[in-house]
């Protein structure tokens, strides 16, 4: 049975490991040396490495962990990410039999075009795609693009576990009480993810149906979303994917 662990790397980065007591499979490790000491530390074999997009801060170890390990580099295509070893789109599979793992590829563009996740076993590798109450920026990507992204996750069944990649949760939910403050399920969350900062413990992977009840941005289709958005937009938005853009936007200007 495999464990699934966060590892730590820069500021608030997280590279997602998945593992026994002998392999792994690591997802954005843009920084190799936090990985290697975490796979010395448990004398692990690197399987293969997953990658979600061309951001530095998930792909800066690629080249030095494909020398050390010899081990595929999956993820998408883009010329810009160098050391890519199999290219991979919506829907395609992955097997790592020596961890009894299984995970499917959906595109979830919208932080950047050619942003990917990885979902399996009951866990998604969304990199920026999804935060604890957040999500990515508009780098690329359009309100629509970034909304059909979120549908696709909010299709998954509820017990998911998002593996996100960057530790933004508090601030998140600093942001989302500005516009969803009587949610008693935001408060509770606040309440107990402080606790778990408190302890130097990650507030993640949270699960599906936690980031329903109290993430901004997986509730754009809430009623409760759409007077903030007219508010932003000076009149009723058109669809539930301007909701979401409007709710975005008015994240971009939270300074907080």
Not at 111 to 117: E, Q, R, V
Not at 169 to 181: Q, Y
């Amino acid at each position: 049975m495999f464990e699934v662990t966060p590892v730590a790397a820069f500021d608030d980065n997280y590279i997602w490991v998945v593992h026994d007591d002998r392999h792994a499979v690591a997802v954005d490790p843009g920084d190799a040396a936090a990985l290697i000491g975490f796979l010395d530390s448990r004398q692990l074999d690197l399987l293969a490495v997953l990658i979600t997009h061309h951001h530095g801060d998930h792909t800066g170890g690629i080249t030095q962990l494909r020398q050390r390990y010899d081990c595929p580099i999956y993820g998408p295509d883009n010329p810009r990410i160098r050391g890519i070893s199999h290219i991979v789109r919506e829907g395609d599979k992955l097997d790592f039999a020596e961890l009894d793992l299984g995970l499917t590829v959906i595109a979830t563009p919208g932080h950047t075009l050619d942003h990917i996740s990885y979902v399996g076993d009951g866990y998604l590798f969304c990199g920026d795609t999804v935060f604890g109450c957040g999500c990515g920026k508009l780098f690329e990507g359009t309100p629509a693009m970034m909304a059909a992204s979120l549908d696709k996750i909010l299709a998954l069944p509820d017990a998911t576990r998002l593996c996100c990649a960057h530790e933004y949760t508090l601030d998140n939910i600093a942001f989302a009480k500005t516009i969803d403050g009587d949610n008693p399920d935001l408060l509770s969350r606040e309440a107990s993810d402080r606790a778990l900062r408190m302890q130097h413990r990650p507030t993640l992977p949270s699960t599906l149906k936690t980031e329903k009840a109290t993430n901004p941005f997986l509730r754009f289709h809430h009623p409760s979303m759409r007077p903030h958005a007219a508010r932003y937009l000076g009149r009723q938005a058109v669809d539930d994917a301007e909701i979401f853009g409007a709710i975005r936007a008015l994240k971009d200007h939270y300074d907080g």
